[in-house]
């Protein structure tokens, strides 16, 4: 008599179901290698020195998170205004300003930094609003948009942004600008405001607690399997 009989059925199921959950396994600690090296190469270039922005940008994704430098005046008239709290909770805006580049590149949207609810418009932080020709210095961003078709829009009218929506900025504001923001560093302000520095690098790397969240499933459905398999035999021993 066979020691091991599942059953037709239970392996038509079970067998299929063990090789999806150990290929999530896979694909999920592939994914963490591949994290590790994304995290290390946003680490070389926050570490490498600051250099000029070039007049236009053709690769993207190689400046991402690169510490730029730039010289050129800013437009306060056509400030944008993105929704964002501070680590600790604090309602604001980030302050996107046009910085019209003095070597002729194209206009770069600068976050200038955070300000408090109470100071969103220009009048109210007037000692920020710098005039003249600028040297800035400042850490490359991409644009991002909205993960999930059900979260709510930015809306033009009020010059309320909820997300980096770059092209629909500009659009906004009848520019034509370069395809990245720059986040300025924490440099003093006159008045305080807008506050630098907010830059925040969060790449979260979970993929091995899944990975083996999805190989101990595996595991345990094959468990289940084999013990079923071995009852199974066993019960039609005895019947037999």
């Known amino acids: 008599m066979k020691k091991f009989s599942p059953g037709i059925l239970p392996t038509l199921i079970t067998v299929p179901v063990i090789v999806i959950l150990l290929a999530l396994s896979l694909w ?9 090296d994304l995290l290390e190469g946003v680490q070389q270039q926050l570490a490498a020195d600051p250099v000029v922005l070039p007049e236009a940008i053709k690769d993207v994704e190689a400046w991402i998170y690169r510490r730029v430098t730039l010289t050129g ?10 929704f964002a709290h501070t680590e600790k ?3 604001g805006f980030q302050i996107i300003t046009p910085f019209v580049r003095q070597d002729g590149g194209q206009t770069v949207l600068v976050n200038r930094g955070w300000v408090p609810e109470g100071l969103k418009e220009p009048a109210s932080r007037q000692e920020g609003l710098i005039e003249g020709a600028q040297a800035i210095s400042g850490i490359v961003r991409k644009p991002w948009f909205k993960s999930m078709s059900f979260l709510p829009e930015s809306n033009e009218e ?3 942004w909820l997300y980096g929506e770059l092209d629909r900025m500009a659009a906004h504001l ?15 302000v006159p008045g305080g405001w807008p506050k630098g520095g907010q830059t925040r690098v969060s790449v979260p790397n979970n993929h091995i607690e899944y990975a083996i969240t999805w190989f101990g499933l595996a595991m345990a459905m094959a468990a289940i399997y084999g ?3 071995v009852r199974r035999a066993s019960r039609r021993k005895d019947d037999a």
């Open 28 to 36: 999920q600690a592939n994914r963490y290698f591949w994290k590790v």
């Open 73 to 82: 005046t800013y437009d306060h008239s056509r400030e944008i205004h993105l």
């Open 89 to 91: 909770g604090r309602k």
């Open 158 to 160: 009020t010059n309320v």
């Open 174 to 188: 009848g520019l034509e600008v370069a395809p990245v923001f720059v986040e300025l560093d924490d440099s003093p």
């Open 227 to 229: 013990l079923y398999g």
